[in-house]
């Protein structure tokens, strides 16, 4: 069976994450951190994605960016093809480069941006290679202070938040990233494999609601099987109570509409799909959902 699509939202920032196959380098030396650069950089050019963060690292790299109608799939998989074909010259070995699939995490822009930048570019030094981020030279970070010939990024919006002077901005970043210099591996962050999103309940809802059909044909590979649609159990379950869906997925609180609501979810429970896709079918706050499928798990 084929891997099932990824979820591609135009205009979306997603925190890329990669490591090596078993967690072995994919950097030997400075010559191969350049090559990559270079490559990300073609790509860049001709599928017009913002790159706000990147670091590499001996063994993996993470990548922050904002796509527009190229998905990262098409953008992930081109840098990978062409890094492992030039590693695998150079080295003379065969076979995969990279472990598995990428990890990419649907962020929420307001909230995120200036955290996951700063996140990033701290890698090495939480990692003990480097006394301070600035002393490694394969991440952004030099960019934003200005000591970097290599220019990949797409710092002006990320300055521009911190202060409308961009001098005053790149000494506005670098006390913002000072100042969480003593953070740790965050590990809400790196959210569930089978729920790929960093934000608030309001921003992970309206994804679903807009994506909801993708979404539906994607939760197979996860931890169950979906045998049926969202909708197709709403209508069922219309049909039944002899009320609409629309009913369900509103306000309405009359009797027939609520226990009809509470079938449905129950319905949903059993399809194998997780209380925030209810939540985003239903258009109501995660919070309300959850409490609902516990006490339907509890009934």
Request: with cysteine; charged share 25%; aromatic share 10%.
């Amino acid at each position: 069976m084929g891997r099932k699509p990824r979820l591609h939202v135009e205009g979306g920032l997603y925190h890329i994450v990669t490591r090596g196959n078993n967690r072995k380098e994919i950097f030997k030396d400075d010559t191969d951190y350049s090559t990559f650069l270079e490559t990300l950089l073609k790509i860049k050019k001709i599928t017009s994605f913002n790159l706000y963060a990147y670091c590499l690292m001996p063994n993996h790299f993470h990548l922050l960016l904002e796509v527009q109608s190229i998905s990262t799939s098409t953008i992930i998989q081109r840098l990978l093809t062409s890094y492992t074909k030039y590693y695998n010259k150079k080295y003379k070995k065969i076979g995969h480069l990279f472990q598995g699939r990428y990890k990419a995490i649907l962020c929420e822009k307001d909230s995120y941006l200036l955290e996951l930048v700063r996140y990033i570019h701290l890698n090495p030094y939480r990692a003990g290679l480097v006394r301070k981020p600035s002393d490694w030279t394969w991440s952004g970070h030099k960019e934003y202070l200005g000591q970097s010939e290599n220019k990949v990024q797409d710092i002006s919006e990320v300055l521009g938040i911190l202060s409308d002077n961009i001098k005053h901005g790149v000494l506005k970043y670098q006390e913002f990233v000072q100042d969480g210099s003593r953070m740790g591996k965050k590990k809400d962050y790196y959210p569930q494999e089978n729920m790929p999103y960093l934000g608030d309940d309001r921003f992970v809802e309206d994804i679903l609601i807009r994506h909801i059909d993708l979404i539906n044909r994607i939760a197979p590979r996860y931890e169950v099987k979906v045998k049926k649609s969202l909708n197709e159990a709403a209508l069922d379950i219309a049909k039944k109570y002899n009320v609409s869906v629309d009913s369900l997925c509103g306000k309405v609180r009359i009797k027939e509409v609520s226990t009809a609501r509470k079938e449905f979810i129950r319905s949903a429970v059993g399809l194998g799909y997780k209380g925030i896709q209810i939540a985003g079918f239903l258009g109501c706050a995660q919070s309300y959902i959850t409490k609902s499928v516990s006490e339907v798990r509890e009934a």
